[in-house]
């Protein structure tokens, strides 16, 4: 029988990959608990609440977006609009080529990740320096990301101790306060020496056009400190209503993403720097990106655009766990990607349909999402939309003769008196796919068919006590 | 999964049984088990004999089409204002959250909901559809018990903790990672193998760790999977479900 690709991925994850992956990501689950059952006494409320206030952005983009847009005018900054990941990329070297810039520093952002910026810029000849500590080491690598916060969950030291021997950045060391310091060295003049800074955003506040960037190792203040020109990318979903709204939202991507309380340098940027103040870019640029959001909110699945890429879910998804962030071939792994991933993909959504079903639907992901998306439920959708559009998916049993016995009674108890076979045949011998591969794993129980309806039946005539069969 | 609006309050003492495929194909001492309870607490069982199944094997596997069709036909089934009471978190929640889901655009919706609303867990209904909270008898067990996913935000996990940590003899042992799943997950433990054994393995570990004598759970799909996980492997684990410790301490009143 045809298994799923990402349970082929993880029956090939490399050992020392996979422990690396799940000790990370369950220490990750662990502090977030802990954290948030220590602080709050119902932390539940924060996540419905927060999950309420980014519904009802999702829902009302269409006049925030305008607002964002006049606010952020306001305030000094010019706005991009970029409807594909291209429009994107080209949005941000017209705006490097407008000044003539060569060298860009950039923090970290997910969506670069999913327009792919880096390469873009490389072709055209600029060079793009990742200064968050896990993509720089994923950008050495030329590997990929595979967690959304912690970029090389996949790694162990002693893997990057040998890339960064291999790179001259010095001799074998695995201690990471060295690799730190490493990594230091080597941007601190790159930051001197760059035209522009690009950061992401976590925030951006339609009322004050504030825009929040949280980080714990100070990358993304680096970035603007030097430069004059500092671009934002982002999503046009990651709006906030009202400046209030970070006292909640700060708190929780702290605390869901990291399990602290608040982020180490959080950079909260109003605009380019105002006649008088002493320091700071010249020019700000916002990219907005659609890149297939649009059409997720005409969706069915709108709800996954609440999301504030926290990474809470993969840390606590057993999927993830076993399989690892490569598995999941987009730059949104576990459950949110399963989601997220095919449905940006717009009408090329077959290609990653099978990623929905790469969830047993435990729900633990739902239950520690800071905006309470009902997960397993836009999984179980996008099921139904595969199935629909007709995309195979290896390993499912049809469904069609099993929903004729079991809506004929008849024929439903001719299969429970029929099923006894199973205990005289071997399964080699059945042609059923299905049973194959749960005997490929595990010991199938006795079939007792009918058994019950027998019992029931003595005891209604007063002869049926205590246990069928003893255990 | 949660409850989508507000359950129909239990009047009387008649219910019906929805046996569940699994109990009809594999586990039918779970059934009399749950029938035997029910009887204890007073209550009149009925059991429709034209049951089937709830429809979450084609609801998972992302054939709603089929699915929707199985659903019709336990609302037939299940006609009339008794609740359903079933041995199952699993198979209660594809009847008052799974269904709702899959009828949301469909004209019937009304009735599958009024099909969710008197739709029990079997711990539940006892626990809060029936107000007892406590069981005589005696099970001398460590019980380990496992929280099965479906029951995630419903009181169900709660109910079964409390009756059974309510009987005489039994010990309720903790494990480690217990919000974490079995592995089962209906047509994924098919169609992923790989990921669903690592998983079942990682949490018969915990469980073994713990010492049990017995590992309980309200749902047999998660028993059916660990168990038969841990019988190819050769290790020794005995499981029950909770309606069949209930029985088994009724046995021994004193």
């Known amino acids: 029988m045809r298994t799923q690709p990402i349970d082929d991925a993880a029956a090939s994850l490399r050992p020392e990959t996979k422990a690396a992956v799940y000790e990370g990501s369950k220490i990750g689950h662990e502090k977030r608990t802990k954290i948030l059952l220590g602080d709050y006494a119902i932390p539940d409320r924060l996540r419905s609440l927060a999950g309420e206030i980014k519904q009802h952005v999702v829902e009302n983009l269409d006049t925030y977006l305008p607002a964002l847009e006049a606010r952020l005018a306001a ?20 705006i490097l080529k407008a000044r003539g810039a060569k ?30 500590l896990g993509e720089f080491i994923v950008q050495l690598d030329h590997d990929r990301p595979s967690h959304i916060i912690k970029p090389i969950i996949h790694k162990n030291r002693r893997q990057i101790a040998e890339l960064f021997e291999r790179c001259g950045l010095g001799p074998y060391d695995e201690d990471p306060g060295m690799i730190t310091q490493r990594a230091r060295q080597f941007m601190r003049h790159k930051y001197l020496e760059a035209d522009a800074g690009l950061t992401g955003a976590n925030f951006v506040v339609a009322e004050s056009g504030r825009v929040v960037v949280v980080t714990n190792e100070g990358n993304a203040r680096f970035c603007l400190a030097a430069t ?9 979903e990651k709006i906030l209503p009202r400046d209030r709204d970070l006292a909640l939202f700060l708190n929780l991507i702290a605390r869901s ?20 103040q002493p320091d700071g870019p010249d020019e700000m640029h916002v990219v907005f990106v659609d890149n ?17 890429r926290c990474g809470a879910c993969l840390n606590v998804c057993p999927v993830y766990r076993q399989a690892g962030g490569h598995a999941y071939r987009s730059v949104y792994p576990g459950p949110v990607g399963a989601v997220l991933s095919p449905l940006l993909l717009g009408e090329r959504f077959p290609e990653l349909a099978d990623l929905p079903k ?32 007709g995309v195979p998916s290896p390993g499912t049993p049809p469904m069609g003769a099993w929903a004729l016995m079991a809506t004929q009674p008849a024929a439903w108890k001719a ?57 | 999964m949660k409850l989508s609006s507000g359950r129909t309050p239990v009047v009387g003492r008649r219910v019906q049984l929805m046996a569940t495929c699994l109990c009809d194909a594999f586990h039918d001492d779970v059934a009399a088990a749950t029938v035997e309870v029910l009887e204890h607490l007073g209550c009149e069982v009925l059991f429709p004999e034209g049951q089937t199944c709830c429809g979450q094997p084609a609801f998972n596997g992302g054939d709603w089409s089929a699915s929707r069709r199985v659903v019709r036909h336990a609302v037939r089934t299940f006609a009339g204002e008794y609740p359903i009471v079933v ?16 009828f949301e655009r469909e004209p019937d919706l009304a009735e599958i909901e009024s099909l969710g609303r008197r739709t029990w867990e079997l711990g539940d209904f006892i626990v809060n559809g029936l107000g007892v909270t406590s069981w005589p008898g005696r099970f001398n067990s460590a019980v380990a018990l496992h929280r099965s996913c479906h029951t995630r935000g419903t009181a169900s996990s709660e109910a079964v903790a409390r009756l059974l940590s309510s009987i005489a003899g039994v010990r309720l042992v903790e494990f480690g990672e217990a919000e974490q799943c079995c592995g089962f997950g209906g047509t994924f433990s098919v169609a992923f193998p790989h990921i669903s054994a690592a998983m079942g393995d990682l949490k018969l570990d915990h469980v073994r760790a713990a010492k049990p004598d017995v590992l309980v759970s309200g749902d047999m799909s998660c028993l059916m999977h660990l168990s038969g996980l841990a019988a190819r492997e050769g290790i020794l684990v005995m499981t029950m479900h909770f309606a069949q410790v209930l029985r088994d301490a009724l046995a021994r009143r004193a």
């Open chain 2, 87 to 102: 041995p199952s978190g699993s198979c209660a929640a594809m009847l008052f959250h799974g269904a709702a889901l899959e």
């Open chain 1, 358 to 389: 790469a969830s047993s639907l435990c729900g633990a992901c739902n239950e520690v999402c800071p905006v309470n998306i009902p997960i397993p439920d836009l999984l179980l959708r996008l099921r139904d939309r595969a199935h629909g559009e």
């Open chain 1, 292 to 308: 297939g959001r649009t059409g997720v909110l005409a969706s069915e699945c709108r709800d996954i655009l609440r999301c504030i």
């Open chain 1, 103 to 132: 060298r860009l520093v950039k923090a970290k952002t997910m969506v670069s990740e999913e327009i792919g910026l880096g390469d873009y810029l490389e072709k055209h000849g600029i060079e793009a320096l990742e200064t968050d």
């Open chain 1, 257 to 276: 993403g990291t399990a602290q309380q608040i982020s180490v340098y959080n950079e909260f940027v109003s605009g380019p720097r105002a006649p008088g």
């Open chain 1, 415 to 471: 299969a429970l008196a029929g099923g006894h076979v199973l205990n005289h045949l071997p399964t080699r011998l059945i042609p059923v796919p299905a049973l194959r591969a749960w005997e490929a794993k595990r010991e199938l129980p006795p079939w007792r068919g009918g058994e019950f309806r027998k019992w029931l039946k003595l005891r209604r005539k007063g002869q049926g006590r205590g246990q069928i069969r003893p255990q």
């Open chain 1, 75 to 94: 305030n000094g900054a010019q706005v991009h609009w970029a409807a594909t990941a291209d429009a994107a990329c080209e949005a941000v070297h017209a």
């Open chain 1, 228 to 236: 004059r020109c500092h671009i934002v990318l982002v999503g046009i």
